[in-house]
């Protein structure tokens, strides 16, 4: 997309501003429409601009999925001391 990383800088926080009002779990769906009619107003594609706060979002949440796994499957090789 051909947009200024002004732009991006100062939409984006927008988003995610109005994407953190508990309307949904997570924001889920609030931030990406907040963020097509923004970036719309720039003529980016709303395909595209579903896109800009989803994808780290979606990286968030699957990092933290690979961090819950490695949590369950961790085992101490030593027992905890008792006193």
């Known amino acids: 997309i051909s947009i200024r990383a002004w732009?991006?800088?100062?939409?984006l926080p927008l988003?995610?501003?109005m994407g953190a009002i508990p309307a949904t779990p997570g924001g889920i769906g609030i931030r990406e429409a907040v963020?097509?009619?923004l970036f719309?107003?720039?003529?980016?594609?709303?395909?595209t601009a579903f896109?800009?706060?989803f994808l780290p979002a979606f990286s968030l949440?699957?990092?933290?999925?690979?961090?819950g796994l490695v949590?369950?499957?961790y085992r101490h090789s030593q027992p905890p001391a008792t006193n």
């Open 61 to 67: 949440i699957l990092w933290s999925l690979v961090g």
């Open 15 to 17: 988003a995610n501003s």
């Open 35 to 37: 963020s097509v009619q």
């Open 51 to 53: 896109l800009l706060p």
């Open 7 to 11: 732009d991006y800088l100062t939409f």
């Open 71 to 73: 949590f369950l499957f």
């Open 40 to 47: 719309g107003a720039l003529h980016v594609r709303p395909e």
